[in-house]
C-alpha cells in the first residue's frame, strides 16, 4: 500500500526535474558562446535516496508536504550549483528500496550531508540517504551550461517545444572497481560513457560508471563482452536523468 502511495507522489519527479533545472539555467548567469575549458578530475558526493519504513506512518497532508519540498529544495540546491544532476531510478531496482540519486558538487563529507539533509523529505523520514565520495576526470561541473545551451537551442528551434528534455539511462556500479573501468575502456572510447569514476567511503573499491542506453537489455549486450562470466558484478541502475549528458562524453 505505501509504495503504490509512494509512487502517485514520486512518478511525476520527471516533470518536476524539468522545471528544477530549468529554473536554475534561468538563474545562473553563465555564458555559453565560448568553449568550456578542460575539467581537472573532480571529487564529489553521491547520494542514494531510498524509500524510509517511517513514512509509512505519516499522515497524507504531511507526505504531500515534505514531497512538495523536497522538490522546492532541489530547485533551490541547483540554482545554487550545489546540485548536479538528479533523479528517479527506474525498474528493474538493484535494491527495491531505491528511489533516485542526487549528485552534489561537494567533496566534504559534513557539508554534503548537510546538503542532503536540508531536504524535508529526508527529514520527514519518507527518504533515507547513503552518501558516499565519488571521483570522476568528467566535467561534470559543464552540466548548468549544457542544459541553458540546450534549452536556448530547442526555443530557437521551436519557441512552443520544450524547456527541458530528460530521457533513460542506465547507471552500473561494480564492486570490481579499477578492473571493470578497464573493461570498459573500449565503450568510453566510442562515447558511450559520458562519465566514469571510483567510489569511496563506505563503497571504496568500487566503480560507477552511466551507459548512453535506454534499458537494462540494451545495456546487457553492451557489457556482454567485458563480463561473460560475471566476475565484475555489473549492477544495473535504470535512470531518468538529463539529455545533456550525452555532451559529456564528446
Known sequence: MWGRAFDAIFVPMRTVLALVFLVACRSTPLRTDEPAPAAPAGNYSFVFLSSDPRGESLAPDVLEAAMA????????????????????????????????????????????????????????????????????AAPLRRVPALELAAREARLAADPDGPEWEGRMWVLVSSPAGAAALEAIEGLVEEGLVPFHGSFGGAREGQALFLLDCADVSEAREMLAFASEDGALGFRLHPWYASAVLSELAR
Open 69 to 136: 519540498g523536497h522538490f522546492e529544495n532541489m530547485g533551490r540546491l541547483a540554482t545554487a550549483g550545489q546540485l548536479l544532476c538528479a533523479g528517479p531510478l527506474g525498474e528493474p531496482r538493484v535494491d527495491p528500496r531505491h528511489r533516485g540519486i542526487f549528485l552534489f558538487d561537494e567533496a566534504d563529507e559534513a557539508r554534503a550531508r548537510a546538503l542532503a539533509e536540508s531536504d524535508p523529505s529526508i527529514r520527514a523520514g519518507v527518504f533515507s540517504y547513503e552518501l558516499v565520495p565519488f571521483t570522476t
